[in-house]
């Protein structure tokens, strides 16, 4: 293969190649399968394709069982979610409600495609947890029958460095953030950091300055600071209208 390997004009063919026929009958002997082969393990990706309205897994690259230990044909939601890395798990069930509410909207109005992606650390064959990208690409169609289709591309990004206890995610339906990932993609993301985001979902379950001061075993005055540098960080109005956002989002 030549060209670019950060370059996914090779899953747009796949798509438009195997989706009018449900991605059924995937010849892994095509120029084209073999191509995505050589793009995968080139960038340490694999791929899944999934029937995202009735929830069913139709399609996942060999590459996953070198990525995850599991094979292909194995691979199914709950694998998933127990290949997860226990602190990251909260997040990937809410990007997976996330990512069910957008396709139910697609599905509505009857066009169009969205994006979600974030990172996940996922367990590999050795046992220890790999920084894992997903990229979540929803579309809608009417052929072979109506439904949400989803690619989803996941990435090892070991090399990425993010800030502490940062962590990428977006949310949206700009294409051009569905190519291989680099820094400034990454980035893209949530600027709080572990406590701060605690805080930001204890104040959402009602609590006030307080009542986080004593569960968190932290002076009252460090609880404010927390919450002056959240709005700083945001520019928000108040923490109600930037919890409001992230639920929009999915993250709450």
Same mark, same amino acid.
């Given at each position: 293969?030549?060209?670019? =390997?950060?370059?996914?004009?090779?899953?747009?063919? =796949?798509?438009?190649?195997?989706?009018?026929?449900?991605?059924?009958?995937?010849?892994?002997?095509? #120029?084209?399968?073999? &191509?995505?082969?050589?793009?995968?393990?080139?960038?340490?990706?694999?791929?899944?394709?999934?029937?995202?309205?009735?929830?069913?897994?139709?399609?996942?690259?060999?590459?996953?069982?070198?990525?995850?230990?599991?094979?292909?044909?194995?691979?199914?939601?709950?694998?998933?979610?127990?290949?997860?890395?226990?602190?990251?798990?909260?997040?990937?069930?809410?990007?997976?409600?996330?990512?069910?509410?957008?396709?139910?909207?697609?599905?509505?109005?009857?066009? !169009?495609?969205?994006?979600?992606?974030?990172?996940?650390?996922?367990?590999?064959?050795? !046992?220890?947890?790999?920084?894992?990208?997903?990229?979540?690409?929803?579309?809608?169609?009417?052929? #072979?029958?109506?439904?949400?289709?989803?690619?989803?591309? /996941?990435?090892?990004?070991?090399?990425?460095?993010?800030?502490? /206890?940062?962590?990428?995610?977006?949310?949206?339906?700009?294409?051009?953030?569905?190519?291989?990932?680099?820094?400034?993609?990454?980035?893209?993301?949530? #600027?709080?950091? &572990?406590?701060?985001?605690?805080?930001?979902?204890?104040?959402?379950?009602?609590?006030?300055?307080?009542?986080?001061?004593?569960?968190?075993?932290?002076?009252?005055?460090?609880?404010?600071?927390?919450?002056?540098?959240?709005?700083?960080?945001?520019?928000?109005?108040?923490?109600?209208?930037?919890?409001?956002?992230?639920?929009?989002?999915?993250?709450?």
């Amino acid at each position: 293969m030549t060209g670019n =390997f950060n370059n996914y004009d090779l899953y747009n063919k =796949f798509i438009n190649t195997y989706s009018p026929f449900g991605f059924r009958n995937i010849d892994s002997g095509s #120029p084209l399968m073999k &191509q995505l082969d050589m793009l995968m393990e080139k960038n340490n990706q694999f791929f899944v394709v999934a029937d995202y309205l009735n929830m069913k897994i139709i399609y996942a690259n060999t590459l996953c069982e070198k990525m995850l230990g599991i094979k292909p044909e194995e691979l199914d939601a709950f694998r998933y979610i127990d290949a997860t890395h226990p602190d990251d798990v909260q997040r990937h069930l809410q990007g997976r409600a996330k990512l069910i509410n957008m396709a139910k909207d697609l599905y509505m109005a009857g066009k !169009g495609t969205a994006i979600l992606s974030t990172n996940l650390r996922l367990r590999n064959p050795e !046992g220890g947890y790999c920084q894992t990208l997903f990229q979540d690409y929803l579309y809608y169609v009417t052929i #072979p029958y109506k439904t949400v289709f989803l690619l989803q591309v /996941n990435t090892n990004i070991d090399w990425w460095k993010p800030a502490k /206890n940062r962590f990428h995610y977006y949310v949206g339906n700009d294409l051009e953030l569905f190519r291989y990932p680099d820094n400034d993609l990454l980035n893209i993301g949530i #600027p709080f950091s &572990q406590r701060e985001f605690q805080i930001i979902k204890l104040i959402a379950t009602g609590m006030n300055s307080e009542q986080i001061s004593e569960k968190l075993f932290i002076s009252i005055n460090t609880v404010s600071t927390h919450r002056k540098n959240i709005i700083d960080k945001t520019g928000k109005n108040s923490i109600s209208e930037l919890i409001y956002e992230l639920q929009e989002k999915g993250l709450m």
